[in-house]
């Protein structure tokens, strides 16, 4: 497999998760980390989210508990709530996820990821 396949698999797979957003990301890093921009691309999407052993739905959800847990990743989490909900999931899942990080990760974490959930959900009904 070459590096491109990789690359051009990845840019497809973030693009079928996060739209937009994800190329926001990428684009953000042109002028101060390209090559950490590739590595985005090309590991976490092109190769981990292309695996077949998990929908990406239930990927998502292992996102968001993962970063709600970790306490300090408003950012990222915010675009995997909009990636949860771009491959499926409902806001009442985003929500239950972020709950039960409350047993694993404590009270604050669950409770800064719901803020942040909130946010995202607010954002989406927004009329455009």
């Known amino acids: 497999m070459t590096d491109t396949t990789r690359y051009q698999r990845g840019m497809d797979k973030l693009r ?3 739209g937009h957003a994800g190329e926001q990301v990428v684009a953000s890093l042109a002028n101060i980390a390209p090559d950490f921009a590739d590595y985005l ?4 999407f092109g190769d981990i989210y292309s695996r077949p052993g998990l929908d990406l739905k239930s990927r998502e959800i292992a996102t968001v508990a993962a970063l709600t847990a970790l306490g300090h ?3 990222q989490l915010k675009v995997h709530i909009q990636a949860a909900l771009n491959v499926g999931c409902s806001q009442e899942e985003v929500v239950e996820t972020i709950m039960q990080m409350a047993v694993y990760a404590g009270f604050p974490a669950a409770l800064n990821g719901l803020f942040v959930a909130k946010e995202v959900f607010a954002q989406a009904a927004a009329p455009r």
């Open 73 to 75: 990743a408003a950012p």
């Open 16 to 18: 079928e998760i996060d």
């Open 41 to 44: 691309i090309e590991f976490p």
